[in-house]
């Protein structure tokens, strides 16, 4: 295949990557049109149909995905040459993609990553808010967060936060006339603030301890949000019984807005850990990126 085709199989390696044109043609820097005509040409020059379009997406055809298999090492090695190149010029640059959920994005992740960007202006940080179960690998990204206790095995894990507690509290004005729950199981008679997760399409059971004995709950109320700001403007607002993280709710249980409940069975779990699979080589920004979020305190159980 003549020389001129590469770029062409660059562009297909891409789209079947991402699954989508839009996608791709951002990160190619192209059209989508001239992207689509890119991958027309090159169909048309092979003889075979590569790509099935449909108005969800894109997939491989199974040609395709035999093609994909085979380039996409080789385009990966490129540009991870091309990432380590940055070391030849002591300054380190590309890509840092990160999947987590949005409390540790907030808490731990930006404060951190924000000047690590002030400080080196070549490094570049992509933070993808999400709550599920992601394989970091498939998904092509280079970090996720999880609690210490969800990080595989085969994985490096580098704990970013310390333990973490979480809470239920509720507005004065929902309170006002009602019986306070004094056990987990009383709250299956409140309204209550549900969380979705995507991973299982369910609604996450509450999850409480006392004594060392664990107990979950499954509660409902109006509102189901998918992100933990979501549950504590709702709880502000006074719609129900709300779970947080406590560092989202300790500002507003300590100015009055809201009134802690079932304290004595608020659980903790394993601080947030950044996690990454075992490669031989990691990136300048990549190694930047892990001692900028390490957290080296004790580890001890805390409110925040």
């Not at 989508?32 to 449909?54: C, D, M, V, Y």
């Not at 040459?81 to 540790?104: F, H, N, Q, S």
């Not at 967060?145 to 704990?159: E, K, L, N, P, T």
């Not at 004594?211 to 549950?231: C, E, H, K, M, Y």
């Amino acid at each position: 295949m003549p020389r001129t085709d590469f770029n062409n199989l660059q562009a297909f390696v891409v789209v079947a990557r991402e699954r989508s044109f839009t996608r791709a043609a951002a990160q190619l820097g192209v059209s989508q049109s001239a992207l689509s005509h890119t991958i027309r040409a090159l169909e048309a020059k092979l003889g075979i149909r590569l790509l099935t379009r449909t108005t969800r997406g894109v997939s491989p055809t199974e040609p395709g995905a035999h093609l994909l298999s085979t380039l996409a090492p080789y385009y990966e090695g490129i540009e991870a040459e091309l990432a380590a190149l940055g070391t030849l010029r002591g300054k380190p640059a590309g890509t840092v993609r990160i999947t987590t959920p949005d409390y540790p994005a907030d808490t731990y992740l930006w404060p951190k990553l924000s000047q690590l960007m002030r400080d080196y202006p070549e490094i570049n940080i992509e933070i993808d808010v999400n709550y599920s179960m992601i394989d970091i690998v498939t998904e092509r990204y280079d970090a996720g967060v999880r609690h210490g206790d969800q990080v595989a095995r085969d994985m490096i894990a580098v704990r970013i936060s310390p333990d973490v507690r979480m809470g239920v509290a509720a507005h004065p004005d929902y309170l006002a006339g009602r019986e306070r729950p004094r056990v987990p199981q009383d709250l299956t008679g409140h309204n209550c603030i549900n969380l979705r997760l995507p991973t299982h399409g369910g609604l996450y059971a509450w999850e409480f301890m006392k004594d060392g004995a664990s107990l979950s709950v499954q509660v409902r109320g109006q509102f189901i949000g998918n992100t933990s700001p979501q549950l504590v403007a709702a709880a502000l607002a006074g719609i129900g019984i709300g779970c947080a993280p406590l560092g989202l709710l300790a500002p507003h249980i300590a100015a009055g807005r809201l009134v802690p409940l079932l304290e004595d069975w608020w659980p903790t779990f394993p601080g947030y850990h950044l996690y990454y699979p075992m490669r031989l080589q990691s990136s300048p920004a990549m190694a930047l990126v892990v001692a900028a979020l390490r957290h080296d305190a004790p580890a001890k159980l805390t409110e925040m």
